[in-house]
């Protein structure tokens, strides 16, 4: 297997990511690692040829007139470039980071994941108010999942943390199963710890960075609070989310949005990305993305609205919750 960096010229908006995005995973001998949010270039794997990769990728649906999408260069990554790569992509950065966030909230320290981080822009003490600290985008997104839940359905919590929202809806649902799925080792422990002194058998929380364990078509509800800008592959994501609901099934994503496009260079700010910030994309733009993977938007809520600052400029995001529907 090659790591293979791909760059493209003629990439102008989104919907040439998506474009991009959809020609290579028609090919299942190929596995995107990474794809920019801004500039479409793409890490796959894969043990095509360089002639076999030019053959598959010689065209691409655009979204409209001005998508003129070319692939531009094929490079095989040497090992230097993998093993940061396979950094990123191993998510190494954002385990320890939560790791770290985990203790200082365990020490009475304080529940943030970073500098600039999303769980600052609340004004609340998150450690007042549970001894299960919430690092969410939407402190009490579970009280909103509630209107969608009935008994004996299915739930995946994705990137679950300590289990907060989880446990919330488990307390309540008690014919509910919540499968919460979290990277990080020891907040998949601590999830468990408490699901056992809570007695709570309705909950388990797994390790894992994506729907792969989860049976196709068996979920009701899949929901992920501030989490999702920490995605490496988005459309990915969204795709598996289709796989595995059933019809009728809910997709909620509790995040941050921009208002404006945030600068590439801010992603590599360790305490931007791993805040939940700089992965922000525009509402419409993951609308449009979970819509041409066969969604339906069914609500939009916006939580709240804040500017942060980077390189002194200063740039509006608003929290929300995007809900959508896999239509039957
Ligand atoms: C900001 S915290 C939010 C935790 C929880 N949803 C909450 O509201 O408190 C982000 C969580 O997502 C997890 N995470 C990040 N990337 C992930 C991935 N690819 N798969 C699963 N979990 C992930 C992190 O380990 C961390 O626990």
Redesign the pocket.
């Known amino acids: 297997m090659n790591y293979i960096s791909l760059t493209f010229d003629g990439v102008s908006c989104p919907g040439c990511i998506n474009a991009i995005d959809h020609q290579i995973s028609k090919y299942d001998e190929i596995e995107i690692t990474n794809i920019s949010q801004n500039s479409g270039d793409t890490i796959i794997v894969t043990k095509l040829s360089r002639v076999s990769i030019l053959e598959k990728l010689k065209a691409f649906e655009g979204c409209c007139d001005a998508c003129n999408i070319e692939l531009s260069t094929i490079e095989i990554m040497d090992s230097n470039e993998i093993i940061s790569e396979e950094n990123n992509n191993n998510?190494e950065l954002?385990?320890k980071q939560?790791r770290i966030?985990l203790e200082r909230a365990i020490d009475g320290i304080e529940v943030s994941?970073s500098e600039n981080?999303?769980?600052k822009t609340t004004n609340f003490d998150r450690l007042e108010e549970s001894s299960i600290?919430?690092?969410?985008?939407v402190y009490d997104?579970s009280n909103y999942i509630m209107s969608y839940v009935k008994d004996e359905m299915n739930l995946v919590?994705?990137?679950?943390?300590?289990g907060?929202?989880a446990f919330q809806i488990a307390r309540i649902y008690k014919n509910v199963n919540i499968t919460g799925?979290?990277?990080?080792p020891e907040?998949v422990n601590f999830a468990n710890e408490k699901s056992k002194d809570q007695l709570l058998t309705n909950v388990i929380f797994i390790e894992?960075?994506?729907l792969a364990i989860i049976p196709h078509k068996s979920q009701d509800l899949i929901y992920?609070?501030?989490?999702f800008n920490?995605?490496?592959n988005k459309n990915k994501?969204i795709r598996d989310s289709y796989q595995t609901l059933k019809a009728g099934g809910y997709l909620i994503i509790a995040d941050e949005f921009s208002k404006v496009a945030l600068p590439s260079e801010i992603d590599s700010d360790p305490a931007f990305r791993c805040g939940?910030i700089s992965g922000a994309q525009s509402k419409d733009f993951i609308a449009n993305i979970c819509t041409n993977e066969g969604f339906k938007q069914k609500d939009f809520q916006i939580i709240n609205q804040y500017e942060i600052e980077y390189n002194k400029v200063k740039f509006p995001l608003e929290t929300g919750i995007l809900v959508l529907q896999k239509q039957y």
């Open positions: 998510y954002i385990k939560y966030a994941c981080c999303v769980c600290p919430s690092f969410a985008s997104l919590d994705f990137g679950s943390g300590t907060h929202d799925i979290d990277l990080t907040m894992g960075s994506d992920t609070n501030n989490v920490l995605l490496p994501f939940g």
